[in-house]
Structures are given as structure tokens and as C-alpha cells.
């Protein structure tokens, strides 16, 4: 990347712009956005290990169309454990259906319908689909009716043996937006839309080596980690994160060199830090990928606090450049709120970038749907760092040790994360802004991320700068 001025102060993703340069790239789905960390995602989408966002539902989802997802710290690992089986059982192609009997109430299905983004529920008698049921089915219905009285019977099944493209033909040529996906015996196995059809022509799952959808877990610093670490390399995790809000710390390092041997050949991320010298301590002590961002989330309260954190923009793009030197990667941690400021972080030199907040209003993050005064749909989320987080992570300790942590904190413990009418899902978001950032690739003319992070001509601009290129949604 180039910047075009030297600015005397760090800089945010609002405060630069990139600069159009020649290209001989026609079209955005020319580019490969397949990332080279060794992650093994094919999209630089990385959801972050935030409790209120990161579940097996997400996991599924994000693996399914390219990304990765970080599971929390503090989740048991027995639990853990059970979420990486859980995925590695997912189907690459179809979604997973939530299924009821014919017996089951309406109550039952409405407590149950939005865990899903395509809206919809098989009814199954010995494991084979029988009816369909969606939320207009049961309109008028009370909530003690049983299912088989208000469910479709008109059903379409897909047989397993189709490509997505034939899947779309046959839902095209039959009307329906989705239908239940069966094997040769006629047992279901799957869900699939019109939609998610034509994602899997644009997107590539990510495997591991066995064919399996790929998935993170994360530990911290404190604790037995060493057990922790072992339990998940048992368990069959595909990366290991190594988590910290300070992650330039002794303790850190020590973990680091602790694990390196436990790991074997999985990739270890580590962080967060963000300056060159601490990615290259973290580097030294045995980290493959280094996360970079203090304070720049959402739900992220440290700077108002402590005072503490950098411009996210000029934090990348230092500890990149420092990444690059030593041969290993970064993740940019933060602070992203549109699909360009996940481009220009990539611009800056980040393999992959992470996203919390922004994926927490979505149905497949694992918080409660709920409903304001106005019949907005929205989920709760938190910071990590918060005093909810922090009381869910201590529930070990006795009561006065989780007492006197619980009276600092930096983080929110409640904030709505609203569902965006449009983009309700987290593939919906996914397709915005993957569609941005195949596109700004095209703008520099880089047909892969290292290119991209190569040509890009990055500027500075004022607010009133940013402000024109927002765009107005009424008249002036």
C-alpha cells in the first residue's frame, strides 16, 4: 500500500480514502480473496470471539460461505469440545433445519423459527420430512396448536444428489424458496434456499485436510492454559487463539512459548497488540498470526477509560508491515463498521479482518431475538471485557474474588444490536461486504489480497471529505 501523504497523527478508517488506479480487472469476480495465513478461510471474514456472537450457528454459517469463526474463552471446554464435533458433522452445502414432530405446538415452533435465517421448520416423522411449516402458516393459530393442523403438506424435497445449480432450477421451475434436502433413503439432511443455492456458486467452504468445515476456539492467559490447549488440539480445533485485551504482556509471551509444543502445527493467533515491536515479541515467542486493535470495537470501552488504544487504520498498517518482515500475518481487530473500512484494512496489510458487533444482530448469533416498543427486532450484546463477561468467566472463583473483579470493567454489558430489515442474516451481511471489497480490488487493480496490499493509494481526508461520500437516503 501506498499513502500519499505522511500525516503527523495516527488514522482511523474514516480518515483515509483509496485512490482508483489503472486496472485490466473487468469484472470483481475475477478476484481471489482466498487468504494465505494459513487459516484457511477463502474470504478475509473472521468472527470474533465475543459470547454474544460467536456460537455454533455462526460458525456453521460464516465456515459455509468462506470465513472463520473464533469460539469464546469462556466457554467450557467440554462444551467446546462438543460445538467442533457438532461441526465437523455440518454439511458443506446445506444448511442445518431445525426440525420438530407433528405433535410439537405452535409455541414450540415460534420459540424455535428465528434461530434461522431462511424461516423455516421441518415437521419429520422417523427422521423423514412430512410438512413445512413458516410463521404465516400459523397466523391465528393459538399457541397450543399442534403443528400437524397448521404445517404444508405440499412438500418438495431435494434429493442430495444435486448440484446447487440444479437445486436453483428446480426451486426456480417449482416456485418455492426453499426445501428440505433428503438422501437416497428419503431421511432429511438439509435445508436449502434459492439464496444459499447461488452462494455456494460464489463462495468456497473452509476444509481442513479431511473436508470438514474449519473452526477457532480461544484461551486466555490466566488459568490452567496449558490443559485447555491440549483439550482442544484433542478435540480437533483448527486454530488456536490466544486471547488477552493486553496482549504485549509477559504473561503472554510465557503462554505463547508454553503452548508452541502442545499445538504442533496449528496456527496460533495471538493479541492483541498495536506496534511493531509488539508483533514482533509475539512473533519470537511463537505466534503465526498476531491480533491487532485495542479499543476500537463496539462494545469496547477501553480508550474512555484508560486512555489507552491507537487509531486502528495506522495500527495495521504498522504491525503489517512488521508481519511482513518476519514472514507471518495479522488480523485486524475492530473497529469496522462498513464494507470499506474492512477494504482499507486489508488495504493496510491485514490478511483477514474480525468482526463482532457488526454480526450481532443477525439470527444466527446465538443471543435471544427480542422486540422494542416499535416491533424492532434486535439481540443484546456485550464487550468481553465487561462486567457480564467477567462474571460468566469467574463463575469458578468464590464469591468474593468474582465481587471485587466485577467493580472494573471495560466493556458494555448491554447494548442492542438492531437486525437490519434488508440483511437480517449474517450472509447477507457477508455478500455486502465481500461485494465492496472484491470491488475495491478491482479500484487498484489486484486481482488476490497480496496484490491489493501491494497497489492500493491511500489518502487522508477531512470529516467534511468523509462526509461526501456518504450517501443521502433523502434530498437535500
Keep these: 500500500m501506498r499513502l500519499i501523504h505522511q500525516p503527523d497523527h495516527d488514522l482511523t ?18 478476484v481471489d480473496l482466498q487468504t494465505i495465513d494459513g487459516s484457511g478461510a477463502t474470504i478475509p471474514l473472521i468472527v470474533s470471539n465475543m459470547t454474544a456472537i460467536s456460537g455454533r450457528r455462526m460458525a456453521e454459517t460464516v465456515a459455509r460461505r468462506g470465513g472463520l469463526t473464533v469460539i469464546p474463552q469462556d466457554i467450557p471446554i467440554p462444551v467446546v469440545s462438543d460445538v467442533i464435533a457438532w461441526m465437523k458433522s455440518r454439511h458443506i452445502l446445506f444448511d442445518t433445519p431445525i426440525t420438530l414432530q407433528p405433535t410439537n405446538t405452535v409455541a414450540d415452533a415460534a420459540s424455535l423459527i428465528h434461530k434461522r435465517a431462511h424461516g423455516a421448520i421441518i415437521i419429520v416423522e422417523d427422521a423423514k420430512p412430512v410438512g413445512i411449516l413458516t410463521e404465516a402458516d400459523w397466523e391465528g393459530a393459538d399457541r397450543f396448536t399442534q403443528i400437524h393442523r397448521v ?56 476444509l ?38 493486553h496482549g504485549h504482556q509477559e504473561k503472554m509471551i510465557e503462554v505463547l512459548k508454553l503452548i508452541r509444543p ?46 489507552v488504544g491507537r487509531p486502528q487504520f495506522s495500527a495495521v498498517m504498522e504491525c503489517a508491515a512488521e508481519a511482513k518482515k518476519l514472514g507471518k500475518f495479522i488480523w485486524a481487530d475492530g473497529g469496522v463498521r462498513h464494507p470499506r473500512d474492512v477494504a482499507l484494512a486489508l488495504a493496510a496489510g491485514a490478511s483477514a479482518v474480525m468482526i463482532g458487533s457488526w454480526f450481532a444482530g443477525t439470527y444466527e448469533s446465538p443471543s435471544d431475538l427480542r422486540v422494542d416498543v416499535e416491533g424492532r427486532l434486535y439481540k443484546e450484546s456485550f464487550g468481553m471485557a465487561s462486567a457480564r463477561a467477567v462474571a460468566a468467566r469467574t463463575s469458578s472463583e468464590d464469591a ?31 455478500d455486502d461486504i465481500i461485494a465492496g471489497v472484491r470491488s475495491s480490488c478491482t479500484y487498484a ?19 467534511a471529505g468523509y462526509a461526501e461520500g456518504r450517501p443521502l437516503h433523502s434530498s437535500w
Design 262 to 307: 502442545i499445538a504442533g502445527g496449528l496456527p496460533i493467533v495471538a493479541g492483541n497488540v498495536v506496534t511493531a515491536e509488539g508483533v514482533r515479541d509475539l512473533v519470537g515467542a511463537g505466534a503465526d498470526i498476531v491480533k491487532v486493535g485495542v479499543g476500537p470495537g463496539a462494545m469496547c470501552t477501553t480508550r474512555m477509560q484508560t486512555g
Design 151 to 206: 404445517m404444508s403438506k405440499d412438500l418438495l424435497v431435494i434429493p442430495d444428489s444435486l448440484d446447487a445449480k440444479s437445486a436453483f432450477q428446480l426451486l426456480h421451475e417449482k416456485n418455492r424458496k426453499l426445501a428440505p434436502v433428503v438422501d437416497s433413503t428419503g431421511k432429511l439432511i438439509g435445508i436449502l434456499t434459492r439464496t444459499s443455492s447461488l452462494r455456494a456458486t460464489l463462495y468456497q467452504p473452509t
Design 445 to 463: 487493480g489486484a486481482k488476490n489480497l497480496t496484490e491489493f496490499a501491494e497497489k492500493a493509494v491511500v489518502g487522508i481526508q477531512s470529516a
Design 13 to 30: 478508517y474514516d480518515d483515509v480514502f483509496m485512490i482508483p488506479s489503472r486496472s485490466n480487472i473487468t469484472s470483481r469476480m475475477d
Design 208 to 245: 481442513d485436510a479431511k473436508g470438514k468445515l474449519r473452526i477457532a476456539a480461544a484461551v486466555g492467559v490466566n488459568g490452567d492454559v496449558k490443559e485447555k490447549v491440549a483439550g482442544l488440539v484433542a478435540a480437533g480445533v483448527d486454530l488456536l487463539v490466544v486471547d488477552t485485551a
Design 400 to 430: 468474593f474474588d468474582r465481587a471485587r473483579k466485577a467493580l472494573f470493567e471495560e466493556g458494555i454489558s448491554s447494548s442492542r444490536m438492531y437486525l437490519d430489515p434488508a440483511r437480517p442474516g449474517v450472509e447477507d451481511l457477508i
